[in-house]
């Protein structure tokens, strides 16, 4: 009797098993699913094609957030993973072209003349070793937020409690380290390793070797990101901390503090929190103005000569010449709204965000700056506590536009 009770458990065990490890595969095929769709959306088929693509996904993703809105945290929970996943990626090749990665698991099958052909039926391939891990590492870098026993810490045992509050200092303990916790549990056994599909012995047991090695170094970049370590897992580090202003769950978020999220990133490199070399690498990408901030200058004639009015411009591009300066998709002329696109670098004197460009404004007549202000935001309002020389504009009620959604036309 008991013999046969065993047995019967020993079964029922076996067919849960094979029914967890079936739902497991179809969660980390979905995953990487996800990812190809984002690496089709975000890279081309050269550098510069790649280029273009990330600017253009990852300033969608910042249009898509209206400064205003009661779910605005929720929102940017959900946008933040992809945005990290894309911004990781190009430090990494910014990385690998100017060779600071040392590490030779990830430089083994890089090859500079493929890296935008990804072949993802060979699992020894860059973008299967590489690439994959890099993006699942970040999407699911606070997975473990989801596990019931932080739903429950963050919302309250009757869910009436908000999840994105600002934490007690013993409950921000308690959910950081839950959430470590669980976040890796779900890498290693809620995604962990794909299942070969070759029917030969040496195939399988090479498949699943070079998959032990990718699973490996996935969790090793979550491991040492959550750590003082530098190095590796400062790829998915600095965007992380990045992304935590671009898409702040915080219920008082500003558009305004965007720009802080590569101050935070240079402060951290001073104090030698993250290496100063990778911070400078990645501040040559992002710049001071993070792609959709909606930026403020002062309008110049033909000559190069300062006029009494401001502009509107979005930040458009990836890369800028020097990180004050930000490239740009001109959004008004003679404080016209423009009917197609025009590309250009707003240079640190232009830019009114800065105090030095304002001044050369604080001279000019309220009444001039009220009638700008007046023309610029007639269709895309600015409330009467708007200062007269605004420091940024809101560009999200024009974006949503659909005639104003090609901010990357050739035209310059």
Not at 54 to 69: I, R, Y
């Amino acid at each position: 009797m008991l013999e046969q009770r065993l047995e019967y458990l020993y079964k029922k065990y076996l067919v849960e098993h094979l029914s967890q490890q079936d739902l497991r595969i179809r969660r980390l095929n979905n995953a990487i699913d996800v990812c190809l769709d984002i690496l089709s959306l975000s890279e081309g088929e050269d550098y510069e094609s790649t280029q273009l693509k990330s600017a253009k996904f990852l300033t969608t993703l910042v249009l898509f957030s209206p400064e205003n809105d009661k779910k605005l945290a929720e929102l940017h929970h959900r946008l933040k993973p992809a945005y990290k996943a894309v911004l990781g990626l190009r430090l990494l090749d910014k990385l690998v072209t100017d060779d600071v990665i040392k590490n030779a698991y990830m430089m083994k099958d890089y090859d500079a003349d493929k890296r935008y052909e990804p072949d993802t039926t060979n699992f020894e391939c860059y973008t299967q070793a590489v690439i994959l891990p890099i993006m699942l590492a970040a999407i699911f870098q606070d997975v473990g937020l989801q596990h019931p026993s932080l739903i429950q810490l963050l919302e309250g045992e009757e869910g009436n409690k908000d999840r994105f509050r600002l934490l007690e200092n013993q409950e921000r303990a308690e959910m950081l380290a839950l959430n470590y916790q669980h976040t890796l549990d779900y890498l290693k056994n809620g995604l962990g390793c794909q299942q070969a599909g070759a029917e030969k012995e040496q195939e399988i047991t090479a498949f699943d070797e070079a998959e032990q090695k990718r699973l490996k170094f996935q969790l090793g970049l979550v491991l040492d990101a959550n750590s003082s370590k530098r190095g590796t897992s400062e790829i998915i580090k600095i965007p992380q901390i990045y992304s935590s202003v671009i898409f702040s769950t915080k219920r008082d978020y500003q558009r305004k503090n965007l720009p802080t999220a590569s101050m935070l990133i240079a402060q951290l490199a001073i104090k030698k929190a993250i290496s100063p070399e990778v911070s400078d690498v990645f501040m040559s990408i992002v710049g001071r103005f993070p792609l959709g901030f909606g930026i403020t200058y002062i309008a110049q004639d033909q000559d190069g000569n300062e006029l009494d009015f401001y502009e509107y411009a979005i930040v458009s591009r990836l890369n800028p010449p020097e990180p004050t300066q930000a490239i740009c998709r001109l959004v008004t002329k003679k404080m016209m709204f423009l009917p197609y696109g025009i590309t250009d670098v707003i240079k640190k004197s232009q830019n009114l965000h800065f105090q030095a460009a304002r001044r050369k404004l604080i001279k000019i007549d309220p009444k001039r700056l009220a009638e700008v202000m007046e023309k610029l935001s007639h269709n895309y309002g600015v409330g009467n506590n708007k200062p007269l020389i605004p420091y940024f504009w809101e560009p999200n009620e024009y974006f949503f536009v659909q005639g104003n959604q090609n901010l990357w036309s050739s035209r310059k």
